[in-house]
Nanobody, 125 residues
């Protein structure tokens, strides 16, 4: 079992940057498929990006490609989401998720068993 805790959210102007952290405890993040999702008010939780366990390939949702970068620091047992060139439409609660299995798509929230509490990101225009 793993516990996840996100941090780093906040209010930023359009064009700015934020780095979110997802600190894991219990087991190493390298043992899990890891992903970031986000949920805007009144909308479904959507995939942002993720990676399979021990995987080197990282996958992103089209609207964040080239702006967001996911990385994993095994020594700190932490996954990061670096967000650059932020837009108002990026405003959402951002969640970190983990799965001990091999997600079929990696992009469906139902494939992930463990979730953090979320961190709010607000981008002003």
């Amino acid at each position: 079992q793993v516990q996840l805790a996100e941090s780093g959210g906040g209010l930023v102007q359009a064009g700015g940057s934020l780095r979110l952290s997802c600190a894991a405890s219990g087991r190493t993040v390298n043992s899990y498929a890891m992903a970031w999702f986000r949920q805007a008010p009144g909308k479904e939780r959507k995939f942002v990006g993720g990676m399979h366990r021990r995987g080197s390939n990282i996958y992103y949702e089209d609207s964040v490609k080239g702006r967001f970068t996911i990385s994993r620091d095994n020594a700190k047992n932490t996954v990061y989401l670096q967000m650059n060139s932020l837009k108002p439409e990026d405003t959402a609660i951002y969640y970190c998720a983990a799965s001990p299995d091999v997600p079929y798509t990696l992009r469906a929230s139902g494939e992930f068993e463990y979730w953090g509490q979320g961190t709010q990101v607000t981008v002003s225009s």
